[in-house]
């Protein structure tokens, strides 16, 4: 249900309130998990009822949040849409399933991340879990532009309005490459301090440093991805985004069995791959589109 809400309040293009119900979640979970884990000593107990009772607090404010942009916005009665829904309901099914067969293509490869970094060692699967705390870094700072660039696209492309499309691909591509700069940067500079800050075992900081380079590499290759993401989701366009994850998620795996013999190098080279070669797929379809006059279409 959360989620749901999240999605629904993100594509009115209101950040604010997902901000506010996902900080009221974890307020609560963490103040009850003092209160009930710490004070009244109910250990794992506590622990399970402080996060259902934050979920439960986050979804009521989120239920809040929607019936108030609701009225704002005079949107109609939820039972004139009912037949609305049921027209449009086959498509709805199509993109869930869409996106479903998507984020199987990609826990695969970050499940094969895990299992195959296992095979190489203990340290080698620590690094690699300290190494992919970088990459969550970048998901976090590239996922609030996709998320914009969600609304955006929806919203240009119900008006029909190429120029309004230019204008936030044009501003979100500007902000996503200072960003994915700046993380580079940091990266490279401060990478081993960063390393040595989420791990104090030294073989595993060692480790880590080998691989490193390849974490710097991936800002300024992954942040196609994500804005293309960001596109094709609010162009609810999730065959294509499904095609192009298929051919990512076989280039991972091609990659890796050609290069297997450079060892967690190779995994890291296949990740690389994997992350440019979303981008590249979504890139070609989205300027074949566009050149057709198509993309508009939804």
């Known amino acids: 249900m959360n989620f749901v809400l999240l999605g629904w309040l993100l594509g009115?293009?209101?950040?604010?309130?997902?901000?506010?119900?996902?900080i009221i979640t974890n307020v609560v979970n963490i103040g009850l998990d003092v209160l009930f884990v710490i004070?009244?000593?109910?250990?794992?107990?506590?622990?399970?009822?402080?996060?259902?009772?934050?979920?439960?607090?986050?979804?009521?404010f989120g239920l809040w949040c929607v019936m108030r942009t609701w009225r704002q916005r005079n949107l109609p009665k939820l039972l004139s849409l009912v037949s609305e829904v049921s027209r449009g309901i086959g498509r709805f099914v199509k993109l869930n399933r869409d996106i479903f067969l998507r984020s199987l293509c990609l826990q695969a490869t970050f499940s094969f991340m895990?299992?195959?970094?296992?095979?190489?060692?203990?340290?080698?699967?620590a690094a690699n879990a300290v190494l992919m705390s970088f990459l969550m870094i970048i998901s976090y700072g590239m996922d609030g532009f996709a998320y914009a660039m969600e609304a955006m696209v929806g919203k240009a492309i119900g008006a029909k309005s190429r120029s309004e499309l230019v204008d936030s691909l044009v501003a979100t591509f500007f902000w996503s490459v200072v960003i994915c700069l700046v993380l580079t940067l940091v990266f490279g500079a401060l990478g081993q301090g960063l390393i040595t800050m989420i791990t104090s075992i030294e073989s595993v900081q060692i480790e880590a440093g080998h691989y490193l380079p390849w974490l710097i590499a991936m800002p300024l290759v992954s942040m196609w991805c994500f804005l293309f993401d960001g596109i094709f989701i609010g162009a609810t366009k999730g065959k294509d985004m499904r095609n192009s994850m298929f051919v990512a998620t076989c280039c991972f795996f091609g990659v890796f069995f050609a290069?297997?013999?450079?060892?967690?190098?190779?995994?890291?080279?296949?990740?690389?791959?994997?992350?440019g070669m979303r981008g590249v797929?979504?890139?070609?379809?989205?300027?074949?589109?566009?050149k057709g006059n198509r993309f508009l279409v939804s």
């Not at 190779?266 to 791959?273: I, R």
């Open 114 to 125: 895990t299992f195959q970094g296992a095979a190489f060692g203990d340290d080698i699967v």
């Open 39 to 60: 004070g009244l000593g109910w250990k794992v107990e506590g622990a399970a009822l402080a996060s259902v009772i934050a979920d439960y607090s986050g979804c009521a």
């Open 12 to 22: 009115t293009q209101n950040a604010k309130a997902p901000m506010w119900m996902v």
């Open 281 to 290: 797929g979504l890139g070609v379809i989205f300027w074949r589109q566009w």
């Open 259 to 275: 290069a297997s013999s450079l060892g967690n190098h190779a995994l890291w080279l296949a990740m690389l791959t994997f992350m």
